[in-house]
């Protein structure tokens, strides 16, 4: 998507999932969105002018091209400014039939319309202010959330409370900046208009702002993507069974050699409204094998990516090796940042269960931090254990604040941390004003890109192409 989005051309595009529907929408926007529509709609068998046009209202007629009648139809238009993308638009329900819809968009592209492009009814509700980048992409978040955790941050981010906690921050930033470079034009007479004591605390406020706001990524990438769970342990202790057990389907190869799986496989699922992203991988060993080896390291990198591990041990195994299988689990997992969560597995061939082996573990291991269950992921003993496990494991206890969901965004305020972190040392060693000024404006660069008020056509491109033709 280059320079079009800005023309005046009438867009038209399906709205609604492609294929055949109870109805479709079709959506029409631009100057010359009501004459296209008009010219082609009749209310009791006489075409519509444009002056019957009442906003926000809808029209029962049919939709007449060349004699022919094509679909009984509700035509639905929206004045400029007051449509969602600030221009004449409207939307016309159809009956779902992908002919009548395919034959609709030919019809429209006849009276002079184009076909959008992705994301371009989005694109032009942004270029015309309808609300800034950060909410153009919540609204692609959206459309894509799976899970109420998702779809709760995305409302959040589309209400625009993350793009004003920006705005705030820019315009304190702004101010001073201007007062810094109001000394630039004076700089003969060393004066100073910005009083520095009162920049730093500006700073400081500003940096420990944007540092929150970064910092809340890791949490809001979670609940995007997926609570990371790590599943990880030595070979044959169950793992990809246990990922199987979760899925309800057979996803992993499940087999008693020792080193079945050599790549980490990644699934998400959605417990009691949260996403969790399960990763099954290769089972720790030692091995010469070169490719079990590069599993093996990627088993360790998703360890220290996960939020969650889940350290799988045998309960065929005799005691020693598993407190030691136990102890070696532990040793690369950060119980600071991270939970885990030791299941003894395979407890459906002892007799007790595996209670006997649980209390000793308990006690050998002597940590409250980490959670002990017995499981059987063959038979599934066990696993609501886990289930309750992982919901007391949960992030919904952050349910208002701003959580920075988008790499986007998490780059620019990483960025902006920079910047700001700059300006302050240069404030310190009393660098020329010159200089500290350039960083400021580097700050404000990268806050400002995250809502769009700065800028390039290339990073628009990028963004709206995500989501999909129509919308
Ligand atoms: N009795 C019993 N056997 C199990 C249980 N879970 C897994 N197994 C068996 O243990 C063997 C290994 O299972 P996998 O799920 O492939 O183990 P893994 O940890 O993924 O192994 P690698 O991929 O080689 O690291 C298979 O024969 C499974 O049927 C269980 O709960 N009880
Ligand atoms: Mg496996």
Redesign the pocket.
């Known amino acids: 998507m280059l320079n079009r989005a800005f023309d005046n051309d009438t867009i038209c595009a399906i709205s609604t999932p492609h294929g055949m529907g109870a109805i479709a929408v079709i959506r029409v926007s631009g100057s010359h969105a009501f004459a296209a529509v008009t010219s082609v709609f009749q209310r009791n068998g006489k075409t519509m002018p444009i002056e019957d046009i009442i906003s926000h209202k809808a029209f029962y007629g049919h939709i007449i091209y060349k004699g022919e009648m094509l679909d009984e139809v509700l035509v639905t238009f929206f004045k400029s400014p007051h449509s969602f993308t600030g221009e004449d638009s409207a939307e016309i329900s159809v009956h779902g039939s992908v002919y009548v819809q395919q034959r609709l968009l030919q019809v429209l592209i006849a009276q002079g319309c184009r076909m959008a492009e992705a994301g371009e009814f989005t694109r032009r509700a942004f270029v015309n202010r309808k609300f800034d980048l950060a909410q153009a992409e919540a609204i692609a978040d959206l459309i894509e959330s799976e899970s109420e955790a998702t779809h709760r941050v995305a409302v959040n981010q589309l209400k625009g409370g993350f793009s004003k906690e920006l705005q705030m921050m820019r315009s304190k930033l702004l101010e001073m900046t201007s007062l810094i470079e109001l000394e630039l034009d004076f700089s003969e007479e060393d004066v100073e208009f910005a009083d520095r004591s009162q920049l730093k605390a500006l700073l400081h406020e500003t940096l420990a702002h944007v540092d929150k706001l970064k910092d809340s990524f890791r949490l809001g990438n979670a609940i995007k993507n997926g609570i990371p769970v790590a599943?990880v342990?030595?070979?044959?202790?169950?793992?990809?069974?246990?990922?199987?057990?979760l899925l309800g389907e057979d996803r992993?190869?499940?087999?008693?050699?020792?080193?079945?799986?050599?790549d980490t496989i990644e699934e998400t699922l959605n417990i009691n409204g949260i996403l969790y992203r399960f990763i099954?991988?290769?089972?720790?060993?030692n091995t010469d094998e070169t490719i079990e080896k590069i599993g093996i390291e990627r088993s360790y990198r998703k360890i220290q990516e996960a939020t969650i591990v889940i350290g799988?041990l045998?309960?065929?195994k005799d005691y020693e090796s598993t407190l030691s299988a136990a102890k070696e689990i532990l040793s690369k997992v950060d119980l600071e940042h991270q939970q885990l969560i030791l299941c003894i597995?395979?407890?459906?061939?002892l007799d007790d269960q595996g209670e006997a082996l649980l209390g000793l573990l308990r006690q050998d291991l002597d940590d409250d931090d980490i959670l002990v269950i017995c499981?059987?992921?063959?038979?599934r003993?066990g696993l609501s254990d886990l289930y309750n496990t992982l919901k007391h494991y949960q992030p919904l206890s952050y349910p208002d604040a701003t959580l920075v969901t988008n790499v986007r965004h998490y780059e620019a305020l990483l960025h902006a941390s920079e910047s700001l972190k700059q300006v302050q040392q240069g404030l310190e060693m009393n660098i020329p004003t010159d200089l500290i000024s350039q960083d400021l404006r580097q700050a404000l660069h990268y806050l400002g890109s995250i809502t769009g008020e700065i800028t390039t056509d290339e990073v628009l491109g990028s963004i709206f192409s995500r989501f999909c033709i129509g919308k």
């Open positions: 599943i342990g030595q070979t044959n202790t169950g793992k990809s069974t246990l990922l199987n057990a992993a190869i499940v087999s008693d050699i020792a080193g079945t799986t050599r099954d991988t290769a089972g720790l060993r799988m045998d309960a065929t597995n395979k407890v459906d061939t499981l059987s992921a063959k038979s003993f």
